[in-house]
């Protein structure tokens, strides 16, 4: 109608509301969501925690299976190869954050509840432990699923070299080197939830997954939810028969794999998620309150 303003200058009750015409919340709106979001995760019941978090754990195993097919047999060159190995491992994101689960290094982001003095330090390590224990259940049941359907042995057996040879680089990582690219990784990822918080609708949330999620995934970040699935799967495929007679190298122990790796990836996310993207926010937006 003539004289009605249009959406960036409509008028509420006397205020303006979203004057610059800009779809998307503002960083100490977000920053407010955040901290609301992670009061509402600590206070939920166990038992609803529990299965959101074996939901994490499959959806991110669906994005590292489909990591693992991209990088099968690619002769796109080592950095168009990995980033797109990078864009298929977002769908594990997509699928927790659209779909609705309960992820352990996107839960790092708690700390802004924690440290408004809305959540306890026993409220905010109870979800940690149980979404950690629950993201590891999924992991391993997608690893014995893998298995069963007999996907290692697509291309010839080629996937199931592949989840070896990640699973070997993933072993071989120094302490500090897994501990470094686990702060890194989960910068991008609490960062790529961060961005998700901003958006307003699906498709606007997708976008915002992509981009970070496929520059950790490229860059050779460590993050300990997909290691769940990555290194228990090669130790699959390298002691599987089939894999032995394709040619697949032996030797990962399942002690070094899974604590050598998990313990300073683990440790890193929480690092770079707590610590890197959750507190400097806080700091940033919601301190004076």
């Not at 014995?144 to 996937?159: V, W």
Request: proline share 3%; glycine share 14%; with cysteine.
């Amino acid at each position: 109608m003539a004289g009605q303003p249009d959406d960036g200058a409509r008028q509420t009750d006397g205020a303006a509301v979203n004057p610059t015409g800009i779809d998307a919340y503002a960083p100490a709106e977000i920053a407010l969501r955040v901290q609301t979001a992670g009061v509402a995760k600590a206070r939920q019941a166990p038992l609803q925690t529990l299965v959101l978090g074996v939901l994490a754990g499959v959806f991110i195993a669906f994005g590292g299976l489909l990591f693992l097919l991209v990088m099968t047999g690619s002769e796109l060159g080592f950095g168009p190869t990995r980033w797109l190995g990078g864009l298929a491992f977002s769908l594990g994101l997509i699928l927790v954050v659209v779909g609705g689960a309960e992820l352990f290094t996107g839960n790092n982001l708690l700390v802004m509840a924690w440290a408004g003095r809305q959540v306890t330090t026993a409220a905010l390590l109870r979800n940690w432990m149980l979404v950690y224990c629950a993201n590891l259940a999924g992991a391993l049941a997608m690893v014995a699923l893998t298995g069963l359907a007999g996907t290692l042995a697509l291309g010839e057996g080629g996937l199931g070299r592949t989840a070896v040879a990640v699973a070997e680089a993933k072993t071989a990582l120094s302490f500090t080197e897994a501990f470094v690219r686990g702060i890194l990784c989960n910068a991008l990822v609490c960062l790529a939830v961060w961005l998700c918080v901003s958006a307003r609708d699906v498709a606007g949330k997708i976008l915002a997954i992509v981009w970070p999620i496929s520059a950790f995934v490229a860059l050779g970040f460590e993050h300990s939810v997909a290691n769940m699935y990555l290194i228990p799967l090669g130790l699959l495929a390298s002691g599987q028969a089939a894999g032995q007679a394709m040619g697949v190298p032996e030797g990962l122990a399942v002690l070094e794999a899974l604590w050598g790796n998990l313990l300073p990836v683990t440790l890193g996310n929480i690092v770079g998620g707590a610590g890197g993207v959750a507190a400097i926010y806080w700091a940033v937006y919601l301190r004076h309150r």
